[in-house]
């Protein structure tokens, strides 16, 4: 099946500091990708929807100068979040939707997820 | 925007018995239901997924139903296993554009 890599799986990194979070998808292309939290035992909140050559669409209440996203490629989107304090300590997750010639197949694959922890 | 609403939040049922779980949304233009199972430290996985031209839909034990006019949409997980023990999660979504998700609900199967 289609393969979805993100890196780091884990981070942990001081206050003030800058993380980028890497998705990847291995086998397929994917226009579009899909960035989301998640809280210990709560559910997957999207924050922001990634596609490739343009603008990412962010959800409310998500401050897209943070968390910035590029997705320059059918392949790789990036997550950034800058100037990282401890309230953004979580576990982010993408997703990759499979491109296909008859249109989007509605399919999303997830990535492993990177716990990010700012001290 | 979408509202997923998803009950129960945990579900305890015996090795061999069935186990139900229930969501309900708000944005009519949903037209895409994927129920996701996640392990403990694991990514979602994608188990079974629904459109909204078709009500019902079976894949072996699991089953999905959905109601548009009742805007709510139902796993059925039948002859349940210990393995089927995790978290599971529906999510509404228009066309793959974006994808919201349920509260999901913690599942254990009791040998």
């Known amino acids: 099946g289609a393969v979805v890599s993100q890196h780091p799986s884990r981070v942990i990194c001081k206050s003030g500091t800058s993380v980028k979070i890497e998705c990847r998808s291995l086998?397929?292309?994917?226009?579009?990708m899909f960035w989301y939290r998640q809280f210990p035992k709560k559910s997957l909140m999207l924050m922001a929807t990634?596609?490739?050559?343009?603008?990412?669409?962010?959800e409310q209440g998500v401050e897209k100068d943070k968390f910035l996203i590029n997705h320059a490629s059918l392949t790789l989107s990036t997550l950034t979040v800058t100037s990282a304090h401890p309230e953004d300590s979580s576990f982010y997750i993408c997703?990759?939707?499979?491109?296909?010639?008859?249109?989007?197949?509605?399919?999303?694959?997830f990535g492993a997820g990177t716990r990010l922890s700012v001290l | 925007g979408e509202n997923v609403e998803q009950h129960p939040s945990t579900l305890s049922v015996q090795e061999g018995d069935s186990a139900v779980i229930k969501c309900t949304y708000s944005?009519?233009?949903?037209?895409?239901f994927p129920w996701y199972k996640q392990e403990l430290g694991k990514r979602p996985q994608l188990i079974i997924d629904?459109?909204?031209?078709?009500g019902e839909k079976k894949d072996q034990r699991i089953a999905v139903t959905l109601n548009k006019t009742a805007k709510h949409f139902s796993l059925h997980i039948t002859e349940t296993q210990p393995e089927d023990s995790a978290v599971y999660f529906c999510?509404?979504?228009?066309?793959?554009?974006?994808?919201?998700f349920g509260t999901g609900t913690s599942l254990t199967v009791i040998p």
């Open positions: 997703s990759a939707r499979e491109d296909t010639l008859a249109g989007a197949k509605n399919i999303q694959y």
């Open positions: 086998d397929f292309q994917a226009t579009t």
């Open positions: 990634s596609n490739e050559g343009s603008k990412a669409t962010y």
């Open positions: 944005d009519s233009a949903s037209n895409y």
């Open positions: 629904i459109r909204s031209n078709v």
């Open positions: 999510a509404a979504s228009n066309n793959g554009n974006q994808f919201y």
